[in-house]
């Protein structure tokens, strides 16, 4: 079974511009996590969709939005890149996105300049 | 507030050795608990997972220990191999759509 896919792998940005990436989950997997990876904030949660549905969010500014399709893919967008966007976006998918296992991706790297 | 905090940031040990990692939580109300590794450039791996039902869990020379009394986790890798050099942590999650909240890591360093 393929594991959880991110592109594109790698993104230079600069400041002001906005950026959208993808995340396919694994085959049967409805939930869909992201998150924020920095060397100084460590791992944190951006926000969960279920059934093309936003179910929890994390403390982030509404320059981060997300959707999921009907297929579970789901996108994040970030609008008016900052330079401390710059990070590791880490999808991760799961079952249900409750108390079972979530399976993550090898990450998008965005720079922004 | 809610954390899941790791006691050392870096750990060093002798291939063959055993090395045990640590991680303490804040909150009872966790349900579950995982430990991923992550090597560079990589995502996190699962590694193992134990509910909060249950006190011990083994997996192919991984152990995890969780005790609920002072809410701390451990993960033990049993003869440690360079293989095993990357960062590891614990993650918790509490029954809340999808959210895990992590520790801070632990590098660990093996070596030959």
Redesign the interface.
Known sequence: KAG?TQTPRYLIKTRGQQVTLSCSPISGHR???W?QQTPGQ????LF???SETQ??K?NFPGRFSGRQFSNSRSEMNVSTLELGDSALY?C?S?WT???????????TRLTVL | GESVGLHLPTLSVQEGDNSIINCAYSNSAS??F?W?KQES??????II?I?SNMDKRQGQRVTVLLNKTVKHLSLQIAATQPGDSAVY?C?E?R???????????TELSVKP
Request: no cysteine; net charge negative.
């Open positions: 959880v939930s869909v996590s998150y460590g791992l944190q949660f969960e969709y279920f179910r929890n994390g880490l991760a799961s996105g409750e108390t079972d296992t979530q399976y993550f991706g090898p990450g | 349900d579950y995982i991923y450039g990589k995502g996190p791996q699962f997972d509910r942590f993650a999650i029954n809340q759509g999808g959210k895990l909240i992590f520790g801070q890591g």
